[in-house]
Protein backbone atom coordinates (compact mmCIF):
# COMPACT_ATOMS: atom_id res chain seq x y z
CA UNK A 1 0.00 0.00 0.00
CA UNK A 2 1.59 3.70 -1.24
CA UNK A 3 1.43 5.97 1.82
CA UNK A 4 1.24 9.99 -0.20
CA UNK A 5 1.39 13.04 1.62
CA UNK A 6 -1.09 15.52 0.04
CA UNK A 7 1.70 17.24 -2.26
CA UNK A 8 2.45 14.19 -3.79
CA UNK A 9 -0.92 14.34 -4.36
CA UNK A 10 -0.89 16.78 -6.24
CA UNK A 11 2.31 15.89 -7.97
CA UNK A 12 0.58 12.43 -9.01
CA UNK A 13 -2.35 14.39 -10.57
CA UNK A 14 -0.55 16.51 -12.49
CA UNK A 15 1.91 13.89 -13.72
CA UNK A 16 -0.95 11.37 -14.85
CA UNK A 17 -3.06 14.23 -16.60
CA UNK A 18 0.48 14.48 -18.32
CA UNK A 19 0.72 11.38 -19.28
CA UNK A 20 -2.90 11.06 -20.97
CA UNK A 21 -2.39 13.56 -22.94
CA UNK A 22 1.22 12.18 -24.17
CA UNK A 23 -0.80 9.21 -25.32
CA UNK A 24 -3.52 11.50 -27.24
CA UNK A 25 -6.17 10.95 -24.54
CA UNK A 26 -8.49 13.99 -24.97
CA UNK A 27 -9.30 14.63 -21.21
CA UNK A 28 -13.18 15.87 -20.91
CA UNK A 29 -14.43 18.77 -18.43
CA UNK A 30 -13.33 19.98 -16.30
CA UNK A 31 -10.25 18.29 -16.44
CA UNK A 32 -9.17 20.04 -19.45
CA UNK A 33 -8.60 22.94 -17.40
CA UNK A 34 -6.01 24.93 -16.87
CA UNK A 35 -6.00 24.58 -13.11
CA UNK A 36 -7.03 21.06 -12.04
CA UNK A 37 -8.72 19.90 -8.05
CA UNK A 38 -7.87 16.86 -6.22
CA UNK A 39 -11.76 17.52 -4.68
CA UNK A 40 -12.31 17.16 -1.13
CA UNK A 41 -15.31 15.63 -0.20
CA UNK A 42 -17.45 16.15 2.56
CA UNK A 43 -15.74 12.91 4.99
CA UNK A 44 -12.11 14.60 4.24
CA UNK A 45 -11.18 12.25 1.48
CA UNK A 46 -9.47 13.93 -1.46
CA UNK A 47 -11.18 12.21 -4.72
CA UNK A 48 -8.79 12.12 -8.40
CA UNK A 49 -11.85 11.65 -10.97
CA UNK A 50 -10.85 12.03 -14.71
CA UNK A 51 -12.48 11.00 -17.61
CA UNK A 52 -11.14 11.06 -20.69
CA UNK A 53 -11.59 9.83 -24.80
CA UNK A 54 -8.91 7.84 -26.17
CA UNK A 55 -8.12 8.68 -30.21
CA UNK A 56 -10.50 7.48 -32.43
CA UNK A 57 -10.91 7.80 -35.97
CA UNK A 58 -13.94 10.34 -37.08
CA UNK A 59 -15.97 7.96 -38.16
CA UNK A 60 -16.16 5.63 -34.82
CA UNK A 61 -17.91 5.63 -32.02
CA UNK A 62 -16.38 6.86 -28.40
CA UNK A 63 -13.64 5.06 -26.21
CA UNK A 64 -14.58 6.34 -22.51
CA UNK A 65 -11.87 6.38 -19.96
CA UNK A 66 -12.65 6.52 -16.41
CA UNK A 67 -9.72 7.07 -13.89
CA UNK A 68 -11.41 7.11 -10.24
CA UNK A 69 -9.07 7.30 -7.09
CA UNK A 70 -10.43 8.03 -3.29
CA UNK A 71 -7.81 8.81 -0.62
CA UNK A 72 -8.35 9.12 2.81
CA UNK A 73 -5.65 10.21 6.03
CA UNK A 74 -4.87 7.78 7.89
CA UNK A 75 -1.89 9.90 9.54
CA UNK A 76 -1.06 12.83 9.83
CA UNK A 77 -0.65 13.81 6.46
CA UNK A 78 -0.28 10.31 5.37
CA UNK A 79 -3.10 9.53 2.94
CA UNK A 80 -3.96 5.81 1.52
CA UNK A 81 -5.73 5.15 -1.92
CA UNK A 82 -9.17 3.08 -0.28
CA UNK A 83 -11.02 2.87 -3.28
CA UNK A 84 -10.49 3.00 -6.89
CA UNK A 85 -12.51 2.46 -10.03
CA UNK A 86 -10.72 2.22 -13.34
CA UNK A 87 -12.78 1.71 -16.68
CA UNK A 88 -12.43 1.45 -20.45
CA UNK A 89 -15.67 1.46 -22.06
CA UNK A 90 -15.69 1.09 -25.99
CA UNK A 91 -18.72 1.74 -27.96
CA UNK A 92 -17.07 0.82 -31.03
CA UNK A 93 -16.34 -3.04 -30.05
CA UNK A 94 -19.02 -2.41 -27.66
CA UNK A 95 -17.40 -4.06 -24.70
CA UNK A 96 -16.42 -3.19 -21.10
CA UNK A 97 -13.66 -3.72 -18.61
CA UNK A 98 -13.21 -2.31 -15.31
CA UNK A 99 -10.93 -2.88 -12.58
CA UNK A 100 -12.65 -2.00 -9.17
CA UNK A 101 -11.59 -1.81 -5.17
CA UNK A 102 -14.35 -0.06 -3.90
CA UNK A 103 -16.76 -1.60 -0.25
CA UNK A 104 -13.92 -3.97 0.44
CA UNK A 105 -15.07 -5.12 3.51
CA UNK A 106 -17.93 -6.69 1.74
CA UNK A 107 -15.75 -7.72 -1.28
CA UNK A 108 -13.76 -10.07 1.41
CA UNK A 109 -16.76 -10.81 3.74
CA UNK A 110 -18.65 -12.29 0.45
CA UNK A 111 -15.40 -13.21 -2.08
CA UNK A 112 -12.55 -13.56 -0.18
CA UNK A 113 -10.91 -10.75 -2.13
CA UNK A 114 -10.51 -7.11 -1.83
CA UNK A 115 -10.13 -6.10 -5.42
CA UNK A 116 -12.37 -7.50 -8.49
CA UNK A 117 -12.90 -6.82 -12.70
CA UNK A 118 -16.18 -6.66 -14.81
CA UNK A 119 -15.54 -7.53 -18.12
CA UNK A 120 -18.17 -7.35 -20.40
CA UNK A 121 -17.62 -8.77 -24.15
CA UNK A 122 -20.96 -6.99 -24.60
CA UNK A 123 -21.28 -4.27 -23.02
CA UNK A 124 -24.35 -4.22 -20.36
CA UNK A 125 -24.45 -7.86 -20.61
CA UNK A 126 -22.68 -9.82 -17.29
CA UNK A 127 -21.80 -13.22 -17.77
CA UNK A 128 -20.11 -12.75 -14.34
CA UNK A 129 -20.91 -10.22 -12.02
CA UNK A 130 -17.15 -9.92 -10.49
CA UNK A 131 -14.47 -11.62 -11.48
CA UNK A 132 -10.72 -12.08 -9.69
CA UNK A 133 -8.99 -8.94 -10.25
CA UNK A 134 -5.43 -8.41 -10.26
CA UNK A 135 -4.63 -5.57 -7.93
CA UNK A 136 -3.18 -2.26 -9.48
CA UNK A 137 -0.65 -0.41 -8.18
CA UNK A 138 -1.74 3.10 -9.14
CA UNK A 139 -3.55 4.49 -11.79
CA UNK A 140 -0.59 4.43 -14.01
CA UNK A 141 -0.62 1.16 -13.81
CA UNK A 142 -4.59 1.12 -14.46
CA UNK A 143 -4.05 3.16 -17.63
CA UNK A 144 -1.38 1.31 -19.20
CA UNK A 145 -3.58 -1.80 -18.92
CA UNK A 146 -7.00 -0.31 -20.49
CA UNK A 147 -4.40 1.33 -22.83
CA UNK A 148 -3.11 -1.66 -23.66
CA UNK A 149 -6.58 -3.62 -24.33
CA UNK A 150 -7.93 -0.73 -26.25
CA UNK A 151 -5.00 -0.84 -28.42
CA UNK A 152 -5.20 -4.75 -29.13
CA UNK A 153 -8.42 -3.69 -31.17
CA UNK A 154 -9.95 -7.11 -30.32
CA UNK A 155 -12.53 -7.78 -27.45
CA UNK A 156 -11.59 -8.95 -24.34
CA UNK A 157 -11.22 -12.91 -23.39
CA UNK A 158 -12.92 -12.69 -20.04
CA UNK A 159 -13.19 -16.79 -20.21
CA UNK A 160 -10.02 -16.40 -18.97
CA UNK A 161 -11.18 -14.70 -15.95
CA UNK A 162 -12.09 -16.39 -12.67
CA UNK A 163 -15.33 -16.08 -11.86
CA UNK A 164 -15.83 -14.91 -8.20
CA UNK A 165 -19.62 -14.76 -8.42
CA UNK B 1 -9.51 -4.28 -37.33
CA UNK B 2 -7.67 -0.62 -37.04
CA UNK B 3 -4.21 -0.53 -37.26
CA UNK B 4 -3.70 1.56 -33.50
CA UNK B 5 0.26 1.06 -33.04
CA UNK B 6 3.40 0.44 -34.58
CA UNK B 7 6.45 -1.51 -33.66
CA UNK B 8 9.22 -0.54 -32.90
CA UNK B 9 10.74 -1.70 -36.50
CA UNK B 10 7.67 0.22 -38.16
CA UNK B 11 8.76 2.97 -36.28
CA UNK B 12 12.66 2.80 -37.30
CA UNK B 13 11.60 3.02 -40.53
CA UNK B 14 9.82 6.32 -40.25
CA UNK B 15 12.10 8.10 -38.62
CA UNK B 16 15.08 6.51 -40.14
CA UNK B 17 16.96 5.48 -37.76
CA UNK B 18 17.56 1.80 -36.01
CA UNK B 19 15.38 -0.52 -34.29
CA UNK B 20 17.87 0.08 -31.52
CA UNK B 21 17.47 3.75 -31.86
CA UNK B 22 13.86 3.49 -30.86
CA UNK B 23 14.03 1.44 -28.09
CA UNK B 24 16.69 3.67 -26.52
CA UNK B 25 13.88 6.46 -27.14
CA UNK B 26 11.30 4.47 -25.22
CA UNK B 27 13.57 3.23 -22.88
CA UNK B 28 14.35 7.10 -21.98
CA UNK B 29 9.98 7.74 -22.19
CA UNK B 30 10.80 9.92 -24.51
CA UNK B 31 8.60 8.17 -27.07
CA UNK B 32 5.62 7.07 -25.81
CA UNK B 33 5.15 3.56 -25.96
CA UNK B 34 3.29 0.73 -24.15
CA UNK B 35 5.51 -2.32 -22.87
CA UNK B 36 2.89 -5.15 -23.34
CA UNK B 37 5.85 -8.07 -22.38
CA UNK B 38 9.80 -7.73 -21.86
CA UNK B 39 9.97 -8.16 -25.24
CA UNK B 40 7.04 -6.83 -27.45
CA UNK B 41 6.93 -2.92 -27.40
CA UNK B 42 4.15 -1.34 -29.15
CA UNK B 43 4.11 2.59 -30.27
CA UNK B 44 0.72 3.93 -30.14
CA UNK B 45 -0.27 5.70 -33.53
CA UNK B 46 -1.76 8.66 -32.23
CA UNK B 47 0.47 9.17 -29.47
CA UNK B 48 3.53 8.67 -32.10
CA UNK B 49 2.12 11.53 -34.24
CA UNK B 50 1.60 14.08 -31.44
CA UNK B 51 5.15 13.39 -30.47
CA UNK B 52 6.93 13.42 -33.95
CA UNK B 53 4.25 17.18 -34.05
CA UNK B 54 6.70 18.15 -30.88
CA UNK B 55 3.38 18.10 -29.10
CA UNK B 56 4.44 18.43 -25.39
CA UNK B 57 1.08 18.74 -22.61
CA UNK B 58 0.79 21.79 -20.43
CA UNK B 59 1.35 21.28 -16.91
CA UNK B 60 -1.49 21.72 -15.07
CA UNK B 61 -2.36 23.66 -12.20
CA UNK B 62 -3.47 21.16 -9.13
CA UNK B 63 -4.94 21.80 -5.87
CA UNK B 64 -7.08 20.87 -3.32
CA UNK B 65 -10.89 22.48 -3.37
CA UNK B 66 -14.27 20.80 -2.00
CA UNK B 67 -15.79 18.43 -4.51
CA UNK B 68 -18.65 20.04 -6.41
CA UNK B 69 -21.88 18.50 -4.98
CA UNK B 70 -23.64 16.16 -7.35
CA UNK B 71 -27.04 15.42 -7.49
CA UNK B 72 -28.12 12.25 -8.90
CA UNK B 73 -31.48 12.29 -10.53
CA UNK B 74 -33.21 9.96 -13.34
CA UNK B 75 -33.10 9.65 -16.86
CA UNK B 76 -34.88 12.65 -18.58
CA UNK B 77 -35.67 13.37 -14.84
CA UNK B 78 -35.37 18.07 -14.72
CA UNK B 79 -35.00 18.88 -11.28
CA UNK B 80 -35.83 22.09 -10.48
CA UNK B 81 -33.16 25.13 -9.49
CA UNK B 82 -32.44 25.44 -5.97
CA UNK B 83 -34.22 28.27 -3.76
CA UNK B 84 -34.58 29.68 -0.53
CA UNK B 85 -36.92 27.85 2.06
CA UNK B 86 -39.88 29.25 3.36
CA UNK B 87 -40.71 28.94 7.40
CA UNK B 88 -44.21 29.30 8.00
Known sequence: ?165 | MAKLYYTPKEVAEILDISDDAVLDLVNRRTLPALRVSPRITRIPIAAFDLWREGYTPRRRRVSIRPAPRKVVGGEHETLPAPRRMVRA
Do not use: N
Open chain 1, 1 to 165: MTLASASDLLTYLADLIETLERYAVTLLPPSDADEVGLEQEPDGSLVIDLEGRLPTPRSSKDVDLLLFERWREVDQDAWLCVEYRYELRHHELHYRLALHRHDEAHFVRHFGVATHEHCEVTMGVETCGHYVGEPVIDAFDAFDRLYGAWLSDQKPDCSVLQCLG
